[in-house]
């Protein structure tokens, strides 16, 4: 049984450019969820999907941010225009529909110049 | 604002130790509670999880639970160097899929 899986798992991008990343959840996990990490704080939840739909979005997910999971299956995480301030460890993660504990992929380090 | 709160830590025992981790949460209706151990540069990785008040035991980890005081617990027993790492509470509410965590405390086992 494979894990969640991302990518890329390191992405250096300049201010302005776009940039995205895909998550793999576990096999037969339902629900996926995106969280933002940075440096001494806990994860923050900025969306999550039950099969392809997106249930709910965190205020934390400006206009520039745009999630998809077009067939319940792997999701993409696209930042537009991306600001310094975008810099952190974007992390994914799955569950079953029937079960709270969540799991989490190695997440991709963004690193805006 | 649901808001979880821990120890900042850094929090240091010598080998062998029993490490003692705390964790308060502000919203009562809270149902599931979780704690992640972080190694550094990598992601959470669940090793607890509770629901009812009382301990938990799952080998050297024990999770305790206090609704009434909402209050959540984590002692390692026996601390072994490769226990250095950040553990992050988490909060899930009813209805409500997300994890809500705290910031974390940084536990360092001395040899």
């Known amino acids: 049984d494979t894990g969640v899986s991302q990518d890329p798992r390191h992405k250096i991008t300049k201010r302005g450019q776009n940039v995205t990343f895909r998550c793999d959840p576990i096999?037969?996990?339902?629900?996926l969820y995106w969280y933002r990490q940075t440096l001494g704080q806990g994860p923050e939840f900025l969306t999550y999907?039950?099969?392809?739909?997106?249930?709910?979005k965190s205020r934390l997910l400006s206009d520039r941010f745009s999630a998809e999971r077009p067939k319940g299956s792997f999701s993409t995480l696209e930042i537009q225009r991306t600001e310094q301030g975008d810099s952190a460890m974007y992390l994914c993660?799955?569950?079953?529909?029937?079960?709270?504990?969540?799991?989490f992929g190695p997440g991709t380090r963004l690193t805006v110049t | 604002q649901k808001e979880v709160e821990q120890n900042s830590g850094p929090l240091s025992v010598p080998e062998g130790a029993i490490a003692s981790l705390n964790c308060t949460y502000s919203?009562?209706?809270?149902?599931?509670f979780f704690w992640y151990r972080q190694y550094s540069g990598k992601s959470p990785e669940l090793i607890m999880s509770?629901?009812?008040?009382g301990d938990k035991e799952d080998g050297r980890f024990t999770a305790q639970l206090n609704k009434a005081s909402q209050y959540v617990s984590l002692l390692i027993r026996d601390s072994q160097p490769s226990d250095s790492a950040t553990y992050l509470c988490?909060?899930?509410?009813?209805?409500?899929?997300?994890?809500?965590f705290g910031a974390g405390t940084t536990v360092t086992v001395r040899a």
């Open positions: 993660a799955s569950s079953l529909e029937w079960e709270v504990e969540q799991y």
């Open positions: 096999s037969e996990h339902n629900r």
């Open positions: 999907f039950q099969n392809e739909a997106q249930l709910e």
């Open positions: 919203d009562r209706g809270s149902q599931s």
């Open positions: 509770i629901y009812s008040n």
């Open positions: 988490a909060v899930n509410y009813p209805n409500d899929y997300k994890l809500s």
